[in-house]
């Protein structure tokens, strides 16, 4: 039996993977604890994990305030103003590094002498930190495959293999090229303006503080920002039959979404008293078939934009259907009362327990990121999906597509009656149905055989770390 120590970010679905790993190492014989460069104790303890404090004390007077969108003008005068930091460019370097503070990591490596250290890989400080250390290191995402590989989009392209000029091969190699190309540019500008103190050089500096290996393990041309690793092992909580078809990177390791089995959580500071009864006679309603459906609508609580225009076309969708009950989750994004007199079949919740909800769903219209779609194909329940422009979900989008267990909608020229012919076919469609049902199929043998459990128990014996990079063959390259 092992210890584990999972090292996650302050993401709440993130959280929810580590805090349910967590139990089942647990109820498997290890021991296990999460950790977080963010406090996040409260939530983490009340999914009955315990909570390893690894998060920097905040400056005296907490945060600084932001500063907000500066005009050009604005921004070019800071800028002159900060030229005169570039004899200092070490010294900043380390405040940063200083004020991120990963040595409590390795702090915390010491006293909890784990024999296993899982880090969230968008978290590269504390990777660059643990990894040189005499403790195991893999590496975890709930996203999809992050390389290049051959037939595979970029992991933020909307782009369906197979499907037009975009989806050739010629297509898909053109969509790297104009990505690295963006990313290196990308790189290039926060180097200028930022005056050295941009994140890769922060992280090289780090890096030679600490032993790592930046040049041979940092991976810079991959879809993630910054980096992905070339030899540390890495755990995707996903499932393989998900993504696109593509050899699988030799280091990955797909092993199932991590969900609750029952679909219950526990929600530190929110009284869930009303919502629960609400919920209640909704799904009493559909079991009874007083009404035809239930569809649940959700866009997360990440995105702040104003997007009230959108979902008043879905309110008007719905509107003309009232035989089907529509839930819909604010996630305190928006004021109800922003949204006017709602239609007697939309029951707005400014919080809404999402896994419950789809456990009782017909259908749900999202915005694709990958926990909800996760929750979804577990669940078994078709989407309509609606993604923004922002890291996975058009990729997410693209393979809800391509494995035909929903549809992917406009956004920007969606009305309300393309929006509800939409949600009329993820009620109706065989096919979609059928696909589902395969889908869902292959996400819950990943739970029932413990996936996620056996990599875990993998890495204890291998004891993984930083390695030479692995040798592909030409076939798989």
């Known amino acids: 039996m092992g210890h584990v120590l999972l090292v996650t970010s302050e993401m709440a679905g993130r959280i929810n993977i580590m805090g349910e790993l967590a139990r089942r190492l647990e109820a498997a014989g290890h021991t296990a604890a999460v950790a977080s460069p963010v406090d996040i104790r409260e939530r983490v303890e009340a999914l009955g994990a315990r909570y390893v404090d690894i998060a920097p004390p905040l400056p005296p ?17 800071a800028f002159v103003r900060r030229l005169g930091q570039i004899r200092t460019v070490t010294a900043r370097r380390n405040q940063k590094i200083a004020a991120a503070n990963p040595d409590l990591l390795s702090t915390a490596i010491e006293t909890e002498a784990p024999d296993l250290v899982l880090i969230d890989v968008e978290l590269p400080m504390h990777i660059i930190t643990a990894a040189p250390g005499t403790v195991p290191v893999a590496l ?81 041309h991959q ?41 219950a959580r526990t929600h530190p500071g929110i009284d869930t008293r009303e919502a629960t009864e609400r919920l209640a006679a909704l799904y009493e309603r559909r079991a009874s078939g007083a ?44 004021d109800p009362v922003s949204l006017g007199e709602v239609p007697s079949n939309v029951h707005l919740f400014d919080w809404a327990p999402q896994l ?20 979804c194909i577990t669940t078994g329940v078709p989407m309509v999906v609606y993604p923004f ?21 406009d956004r920007i020229h969606d009305d309300a009656v393309a929006i509800a012919r939409r949600i009329e076919r993820m009620l109706t469609s065989r096919e979609v ?18 996936r ?18 692995p040798h592909e063959s030409p076939a798989s390259a």
């Not at 007077?61 to 005068?77: A, I, N």
């Not at 782009?159 to 037009?164: A, E, H, L, T």
Request: net charge neutral; charged share 20%; glycine share 10%.
């Open 61 to 77: 007077g907490g945060p600084p305030p932001s500063q907000g969108t500066r005009d050009l003008v604005g921004r070019f005068m």
């Open 140 to 220: 975890w995402t709930s996203m999809l495959s992050l390389w290049k590989r051959p037939g595979l989009p970029p992991l933020g392209s909307a782009i369906v293999p197979g499907r037009g000029v975009r989806g050739s091969r010629l297509g898909i190699e053109g969509a790297w090229v104009r990505y690295r190309s963006w990313k290196w540019l990308r790189r290039q500008r926060h180097r200028v303006t930022r005056l050295g103190e941009d994140q890769v050089s922060v992280l090289r500096t780090l890096a030679a503080h600490t032993g790592f290996p930046f040049r041979r393990e940092a991976d810079l």
């Open 223 to 263: 879809w993630l920002i910054p980096c992905t690793y070339r030899t540390l092992p890495i755990v995707s909580f996903n499932a393989a039959e998900f993504d696109l078809p593509h050899p699988v990177t030799p280091t990955c390791t797909y092993a199932g979404p991590v969900l609750p089995p029952d679909g």
């Open 291 to 334: 009404s035809q459906a239930l569809v649940y609508c959700s866009f997360g609580a990440w995105h702040k934009g104003d997007d009230r225009a959108f979902l008043l076309r879905i309110l008007d969708a719905v509107r003309a259907n009232p035989d089907w009950d529509v839930v819909v989750g604010l996630g305190a994004r928006l």
């Open 356 to 375: 419950e909800i789809l456990m009782n769903a017909d259908c749900a219209i999202h915005h694709g990121g990958i926990s909800t779609v996760n929750e």
């Open 389 to 409: 422009d922002f890291m996975d979900q058009p990729g997410n989008g693209a393979r809800i597509e391509f494995h035909g267990i929903g549809e992917v909608g």
């Open 433 to 450: 149905n059928e696909a589902m049902t395969a889908m869902q199929s292959a996400f819950l043998r990943y739970r029932d055989e413990d």
């Open 452 to 469: 996620a459990v056996g990599f875990v128990e993998q890495m204890l014996a291998a004891r993984p770390g930083l390695a030479e990079p």
